[in-house]
């Protein structure tokens, strides 16, 4: 029994591979009405998991397969089948996912067990279970990702006849249709495609454009929706970086000009591989991440009846602050934001709002088209000053507005009410003086809402609310184990 769960390919999946060499098997995904009725799924994630397992029914078709798809509870659908066809044996991917799906493995565990059935769960992020601190991780990730990929199938032999519903929509699956229709193409196909434009012709300027979200949205990989569902393997990814970076350096020895800004921007993105592995694994290693914060003292302090009509304002880009509505409504729209305007929506929220990153956090996590447990639930934290280990980073919006979009593209793509104000008040619409105003039409709070909080004095009481539990000496003593079980192992500790 091959069990498809978030590695949806069939290269470099090494149970498909050692179930194959076993003889005849079933490849299964299944549709848990558990996990599809999570706080955190959405139906443009699903929408996405279509779109990729279309493909993999393809590709083990051609293979002389057959791809099986149920709906159901995992323990009921295994059950069903086991009596059906009988196995000894299931493969899987280890998933480093939330308490919803980690119960669910349990529940798998435990049937696999009473069934005399075993599970190998093979690993596929360079994340490592059992590992207690950071002592060698990144060697260990090193040495992970540069193993061979497991070679091709040249064909596969699964037991035929077994009733699957094929694949269901997400309005089928009670999901509704997706609210977000300009997201990327899914597939492993197309995240090669990505894979090879940005290593050979997009990825040039990524390192100086990737924290504007106009340039960043060609200049990024777009490579994490195909990490986050598996269409592509870390290693695949990692190893093709790789061969490019090699092949750049010996064109650069043999004297080759004009090779620009490459060799910087890759050594940027290698970062950025690692980062992810980084993430995930202390998701592994403490799962309490993805609900209470990594320094203790934090608990509840944004708790206590948060504010509803900023947190619509928010999610619907009506805050009044043109850089993050427009990022707001550019995400609502694609399911995609660079990692800088991520940063400051989350920001935004947990400091001028006051808002929980909880709350936040779930919504974002149906918003994100790459949404990926691991990474998301860190990042919530050191966006919202919590993890005791990070310097506390508050984004001014006007700032962002003005460096990363000063031409004011963006805002007026994203934000149209905004679309005829001069240049020079797309940032802070609401200064707007009496001439410009009476030329363009403008009204502040009618054409546009009027901030929905103010600036400075929001950051300074957020400020002062932070750093009153950051001084404390629990809160001192929570972050320096926090730095031993979890920080970086690299000379400049505590930054990630
Ligand atoms: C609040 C917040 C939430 C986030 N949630 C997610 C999430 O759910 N899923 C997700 O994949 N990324 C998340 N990120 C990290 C980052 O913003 C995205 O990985 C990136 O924007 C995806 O675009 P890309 O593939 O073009 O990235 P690139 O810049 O091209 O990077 C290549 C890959 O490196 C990894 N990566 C990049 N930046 C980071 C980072 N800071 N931390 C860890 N890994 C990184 C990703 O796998 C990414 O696909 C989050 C960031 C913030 C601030």
């Known amino acids: 029994m091959v069990w498809f769960k978030r590695d949806l390919r069939i290269e470099d999946h090494a149970p498909l591979l050692r179930a194959s060499q076993e003889g005849t098997c079933v490849c299964l995904y299944v549709y848990e009405p558990e996990l599809l009725a999570a706080p955190d799924v959405s139906a443009t994630h699903v929408a996405f998991i279509n779109g990729c397992l279309a493909e993999l029914g393809e590709q083990i078709e051609a293979l002389g397969g057959q791809l099986v798809i149920r709906r159901g509870d995992i323990v009921d659908v295994l059950s069903d089948l086991n009596r059906t066809v009988g196995f000894r044996r299931i493969r899987s991917h280890q998933e480093t996912g939330t308490e919803v799906t980690y119960r669910r493995d349990l529940r798998v565990k435990r049937w696999a067990e009473e069934h005399n059935i075993e599970w190998i769960e093979t690993r596929q ?23 061979p990929q497991t070679p091709a199938l040249s064909g596969l032999q699964t037991i035929s006849g077994l009733a699957s519903t094929g694949i269901l929509s997400t309005a089928e ?8 229709t300009e997201v990327q193409s899914p597939g492993s196909r ?3 495609r990505t894979l090879h434009e940005f290593l050979h012709q997009r990825g ?8 504007s979200p106009l340039e960043g949205a060609t200049a990024c990989s777009r490579l994490s929706p195909y990490l986050a569902y ?30 620009g800004t490459w060799s910087r921007s890759l050594s940027s993105f290698n970062k950025r591989l690692h980062w992810n592995g980084h993430f995930t694994q202390r998701l592994e290693s403490d799962p309490s991440i993805e609900k209470r914060p990594l320094v203790r003292a934090f608990e509840g302090i944004r708790s206590e009846a948060p504010n509803l009509e900023h947190f619509e304002a928010w999610k619907e880009g009506r805050t009044g602050y043109p850089m993050v509505d427009a990022c707001m409504r550019f995400l609502n729209a694609t399911g995609w934001l660079n990692f800088r305007m991520r940063s400051m929506l989350v920001s935004f929220a947990s400091y001028h709002l006051w808002l929980p990153w909880q709350m936040t956090g779930t919504y974002l996590a149906r918003r994100f088209l790459d949404y990926e447990p691991g990474i998301h639930y860190n990042q919530l934290q050191m966006q919202s000053g919590v993890t005791g280990i990070n310097a506390i980073r508050i984004y001014a919006p006007t700032k962002q507005a003005l460096d990363q979009d000063p031409e004011g593209t963006f805002i007026r793509r994203w934000v149209p009410e905004l679309e005829n104000l001069p240049l020079r008040w797309l940032a802070e619409p609401h200064h707007i003086d009496m001439i410009d105003r009476h030329q363009s039409g403008f009204v502040p709070g009618e054409s546009y809402p009027l901030p929905i909080v103010e600036h400075r004095e929001a950051v300074r009481a957020a400020r002062d609310r932070i750093f009153a539990v950051r001084r404390t000496d629990e809160a001192k003593a929570q972050a320096q184990d926090v730095l031993k079980r979890h920080g970086s192992r690299r000379k400049r500790r505590g930054r990630h």
Not at 173 to 180: I, M
């Open 173 to 180: 699956l009670g999901l509704g249709a997706p609210p977000q």
């Open 125 to 147: 992020h360079g994340v490592f279970r059992g590992q207690k601190d950071r002592n060698g991780w990144a060697a260990k990730w090193n040495a992970d990702m540069s193993c």
């Open 230 to 259: 598996g269409a592509l393997s870390m290693r695949q990814v990692y190893q093709s970086y790789q061969r490019r970076a090699h092949e750049l350096r010996t064109r650069k020895k043999e004297g080759e000009q004009g090779l």
């Open 204 to 211: 040039e300027p990524y390192q100086k454009a990737m924290s």
């Open 190 to 192: 197309a995240a090669l």
